[in-house]
């Protein structure tokens, strides 16, 4: 276990809810845990380094998974053809430039919604601040130090503000306080002065982005550009304030609905832990308020003897199915006839009776072939949500009638990969590297999972290109 970042005397215990104080508050949150970093290098476990070593090789690999998407492989050819660039990343056959590499990677992240994600902030930090990161740091050629740095300067700082944001209905969270956590990590790379850094989430905070729910409820792919177009303007603040184009060093009035967006100001206090320590890690794909659903359907699967992946008796069809879970979930995820791959990673209806059919958990789940599934339609037309907040913390249950009348109840248990429940290292590893080997060759897929985690911090974030061209050209012949 880690310790968090040490107290520093200039450090303000950020008491008052004045918004104009949140950028000086931060900054000196970044130096405190700059400060720390340094003495991690020190200490034998280095665990802040290790910790943001694992988020850096868990996003990647769900990165490399997202890339071999035809879509996504569009999207990037665009982009090479608008801007040429030189910058190589495995996975994408073009070179990009600093921009495009930043939207191609972004878009690529949350395409099996497997990316990580912090309860806390009800976000995920790393789809913010891995990618850029990644795109700014090939570009400035940087270390892969400085560029665990940034990712945990961005995922903290970043975590912060989004723990205290409260996204108002209608809206989505992706984009929105992740503009600040982008802009804390391109900082970090451009090493700007602390005066640069807090213009730069000054002005973060006056032009941060707003994203709609609505891409998500009709299915539109351009739900995932949130983070990458949050990402451009984090990494523009940030060349902006180098060059003495900041945010107010005290913003004056805020928007009129700024009590409803921050009804608590931010927590810029020590704390004995980083936030990238609480992250979870998700084993299953689609939005993680799913996987409670799905887990208790795996649940009660098991329970009535059903091995793995064998589909269920039609005998066995619940007359009735009743969705218990934590309003939020609800709140988010409520798709009762989701028609396409989004809206499916996004409805406990659809997750939940596509696990209990079929037993099945992969990526495969949200493929057309399973959402025309003969018998789901059934099934769905006998589900209902139940919220229930009286229960602490992420849960769900399912209640099922037979065909006879007898009532059944299956409860999720503690998944892996939550704070309470992490993963293993083996688990964490065996994740990454089934995501890598399904597009990479074997041996390349090994090299950059030691890299990232063993790697030489003062090596670059990606090992010899040579091998990466051999390990494209061989899937390629497989293929």
Request: a neutral charge.
């Amino acid at each position: 276990m880690s310790t968090g970042p040490e107290t520093q005397a200039r450090h303000s215990t950020n008491k008052s809810n004045d918004w104009r104080e949140w950028g000086a508050e931060a900054t000196s949150l970044s130096e405190s845990i700059n400060a720390q970093w340094k003495r991690d290098q020190t200490t034998e476990k280095q665990s802040i380094i290790q910790a943001t070593r694992f988020v850096l090789l868990d996003t990647c690999a769900v990165i490399i998974n997202g890339l071999s998407s035809d879509l996504i492989q569009d999207y990037s050819k665009n982009n090479a053809n608008l801007e040429r660039g030189h910058l190589h990343f495995p996975g994408i056959q073009q070179t990009l430039s600093v921009h495009g590499l930043i939207n191609v990677l972004s878009a690529a992240a949350p395409w099996n919604e497997l990316v990580e994600g912090n309860a806390k902030t009800h976000g995920r930090p790393a789809l913010h601040v891995v990618p850029i990161s990644l795109g700014l740091g090939l570009s400035l050629q940087s270390t892969l130090d400085q560029i665990l740095q940034a990712i945990l300067q961005g995922y903290e700082i970043g975590s912060r503000f989004g723990e205290a944001y409260s996204v108002p209905p209608g809206e989505h969270v992706d984009g929105t306080w992740g503009t600040i956590a982008a802009t804390v990590a391109a900082c970090t790379l451009l090493k700007t002065t602390p005066e640069q850094t807090r213009g730069a989430i000054n002005g973060a905070l006056c032009q941060m982005s707003r994203s709609l729910f609505a891409p998500v409820e009709a299915g539109s792919y351009s739900r995932l550009l949130y983070s990458g177009l949050s990402a451009q303007t984090g990494l523009q603040l940030a060349l902006a304030a180098r060059a003495g184009l900041h945010g107010p060093s005290r913003p004056g009035r805020p928007s009129s609905d700024h009590q409803q967006r921050w009804p608590l100001a931010p927590d810029f206090t020590v704390r004995p832990k980083f936030a990238i320590e609480e992250s979870y890690v998700k084993l299953y794909p689609g939005a993680r308020h799913l996987h409670y659903g799905m887990d208790a359907a795996l649940h009660w699967r098991q329970s009535h003897g059903y091995r793995a992946k064998e589909p269920l008796k039609q005998q066995d069809f619940p007359s009735t199915i009743t969705i218990e879970t934590y309003s939020e979930a609800i709140k988010y995820c409520n798709q009762s006839q989701p028609s396409n791959r989004i809206q499916a990673q996004f409805s406990l209806q659809y997750a939940t009776c596509i696990c209990l059919l079929t037993g099945d958990t992969s990526t495969n789940i949200f493929d057309q072939s399973c959402l025309q599934h003969p018998d789901l339609a059934i099934l769905m037309s006998r589900t209902k949500l139940l919220a229930n907040d009286h229960q602490a913390g992420r849960w769900a249950a399912l209640n099922l009638t037979d065909q006879q009348g007898r009532s059944s109840r299956a409860e999720s248990r503690p998944l892996k990969g939550d704070p309470g429940n992490p993963l293993s290292i083996d688990d964490r590893i065996t994740k990454a590297r089934r995501l890598l080997e399904d597009h990479l060759e074997t041996g390349w897929a090994d090299h950059l999972v030691s890299h990232w985690l063993k790697g030489d911090l003062s090596d670059g974030p990606i090992p010899d290109a040579s091998k990466q061209n051999a390990s494209i050209e061989e899937k390629a012949r497989r293929d």
